[in-house]
């Protein structure tokens, strides 16, 4: 018996090992999923945030056509990042409005002239008070929103180029 328990600090000990090893091998999920999925986007109205681009409300999702809202800003660098794609989604024909967090009309305005336009309306968040309501953890996030305004999707970070298929399946099935 007392031999057993020499070995109990070393079999803790690599049992403590495992549980570590394993964490670190495959770790968890942390992406924040919103709770809005499947539900209607939530009522909002906001302004222009640069005077050469509509404001943007609830109400233009709910016209019939599938649309992807952005949440963005000119200070994020994966926004930038993404920027190719979202161009490539517009130029193919998918309708994308956004929403401008914390962020100011003229650094939204060279954010836009330096990596492209893919937006039909941007509206200005300030206190982030739309981007809370949409579950939205940080920027970016792209949601699928259906014709109805029922939240389809949530893409969180950039969309890379791989994540082009998966969004445009998103947007056939929402229609």
């Not at 109990?8 to 999920?29: E, H, N, Q, T, W």
């Not at 999702?61 to 930038?80: E, K």
């Not at 962020?103 to 739309?130: C, H, K, M, N, Q």
């Amino acid at each position: 018996m007392r031999r057993l328990l020499i070995w109990l600090p070393f079999a803790l000990f690599i049992g403590l090992f495992a549980v570590v090893a394993s964490g670190l091998y495959k770790p968890a999920d942390r992406t924040v999923r919103s709770a809005m999925i499947g539900k209607p986007l939530p009522q909002f109205s906001l302004p222009p945030i640069i005077p050469t681009k509509p404001g943007l409300g609830s109400a233009v999702f709910r016209q019939g056509q599938p649309r992807l809202l952005n949440v963005f800003a000119s200070w994020c660098i994966p926004c930038a990042a993404e920027a190719p794609q979202l161009k490539q989604l517009k130029a193919i024909g998918v309708p994308i409005d956004a929403v401008a967090i914390r962020d100011t009309g003229s650094d939204i305005a060279s954010f836009l002239a330096r990596y492209g336009d893919p937006y039909d309306r941007i509206g200005d968040d300030p206190e982030s008070a739309v981007q809370l309501a949409l579950g939205s953890s940080g920027v970016p996030e792209t949601f699928v929103i259906d014709g109805k305004g029922i939240i389809r999707l949530q893409h969180v970070g950039e969309i890379r180029a791989e994540d082009v298929p998966g969004i445009l399946d998103a947007l056939r099935q929402a229609q």
